[in-house]
């Protein structure tokens, strides 16, 4: 067994979103065997990334500039805003490359059970956005949750007055989704939501 | 220990990586919590929204311990009203009520079947706003602070009631009530069986609720009123309540 800097590196590695000590233990010794091929290039990539990735100040994605590359960059639409929950839902929909507009993190839901209050989110951030008039849609892309769908009802009817286009997510059959194995509440969304061929 | 029910998911709270601790409101039962294993999962995920009606089994070595719950959708009731805003906010409400009042563990029939008739009444078409109302009267009842609406107060007289004592609880006429009106809480018809589910009645049925319940259901247990019932009040007043965050001062 390791001395005490080991571990702490186990300890801490353990922490890690499905990670269990077994695993860490696994990496660490993983890590000190290729020194200088993945422990300190590692070290300095988790150096730097904590010193310079901050929240961006428009849209609260997160990046090593403020603004972030995806608010600088010129050639995406400013007109339309993708109002996510978190981070990783707008990494998924940029992994999606299906749209090419700008975004606005909320930074979670609307949950009575865990007291997240619409002043513990950036609505207001996304109404003064909006209110600057380059926006004229705004897609409401949360989950198809009851906090999630609370919180898209909550924020379209703070920007009812805004007079922009507020539009969300379909609901429904998930591509390669077979019908015999969706949940009930799917196939009824998927029903209501259903279009002309 | 192992029991199975039928109940109402009124949340259910992450626990560790996929684990949720998810808390279900079941007529013989009443509010109780379980661990559910993989509840953060895709699977589980889906039926584990609130409101969802469910089969739990429940299983622990002993009594006290939290234990854990295997559970089966019956029906997704909470996926139908995804798209009105108005039920949905009445769903999350109801259950947020039910979850910050009802103690553990202690059955509440008569709650739990307003509370089913409250999410029937959200799922079909027409005015669910009146049994909103009632399911909170029932919950006050069952939490023993009922409210006598039977007869006045002061008169013994049983037509012409409109007021609530607050301090009471009892049913006042407007006559009785004339000289000290602005400290009671006004009763809308709909509740003694007549008179319209209107945006005002219905205004004046949440308020009423609502004070009691903040007043003796929670202040007693140092919690105060979810965010989800207060944001409900919005949708029944005359200025956007919502897009403000400001409300006119309350007369009473």
Known sequence: MGGSEIERLVALLARLPG???????????????????????????????????????????????????????????????????????????????????RYHVLGGALSALDGIAPDDLAIEQLVARVGQGRVTEVILATNATVEGQTTAHYVAERLAEAGVTVSRLAHGVPV????????????GAALRARREL | MQWTDEGFVLGARR?????????????????????????????????????????ATWRA??????????????AAEAAHLLDRADRLAALAAAAAVADACLPER???????????????????????????VRWELALLADLGFGLDL??????????????????????????????????????????????????????????LTGSFLERHALAAVGRRMPEARVRLLGYFSPRDAISGGITAPDPT
């Open chain 1, 19 to 101: 990670l269990g000590p077994r695993s860490a233990r696994r990496i660490v010794l993983h890590l000190l065997e290729r020194r200088e091929t993945l422990l300190d290039p590692l070290v300095a990539a988790l150096g730097t990334a904590g010193a310079r990735v901050r929240p961006c100040s428009v849209c609260g994605n997160l990046d090593t500039e403020d603004p972030c590359a995806v608010c600088r960059d010129e050639r995406r639409d400013a007109s339309v805003i993708c109002v996510v929950e978190g981070v990783a839902d707008l990494w998924a929909i940029e992994r999606a490359a299906a749209f090419r507009g």
């Open chain 1, 176 to 187: 390669g989704g077979e019908i015999e194995y969706l949940d009930e509440g799917t196939l």
């Open chain 2, 15 to 55: 626990h560790g990586e996929t684990s949720a601790i998810v808390s279900v409101f079941s007529r013989a039962r009443g509010r109780h919590a379980g661990l559910v294993r993989g509840g953060m999962g895709r699977r589980l995920r889906p039926v584990l929204q609130v409101g969802n009606r469910v089969t």
């Open chain 2, 61 to 74: 070595r002993l009594n006290d311990q939290l234990g854990s719950f295997a559970i089966e959708l019956v």
């Open chain 2, 106 to 132: 202690h059955p509440y029939a008569r709650a739990h079947d307003a509370f089913a008739g409250l999410i029937e009444r959200l799922g079909a078409e027409g005015a669910w706003a009146p049994a909103f």
């Open chain 2, 150 to 207: 039977s007869a006045c107060a002061v008169t013994g007289r049983n037509d012409g009631l409109a007021y609530v004592s607050p301090r009471t609880g009892r049913a006042v006429t407007a006559e009785a009530a004339a000289p000290y009106r602005d400290r009671l809480l006004a009763l809308p018809g709909f509740l003694l069986g007549a008179g319209p589910g209107d945006d005002q009645a219905v205004r004046d049925g949440l308020r």
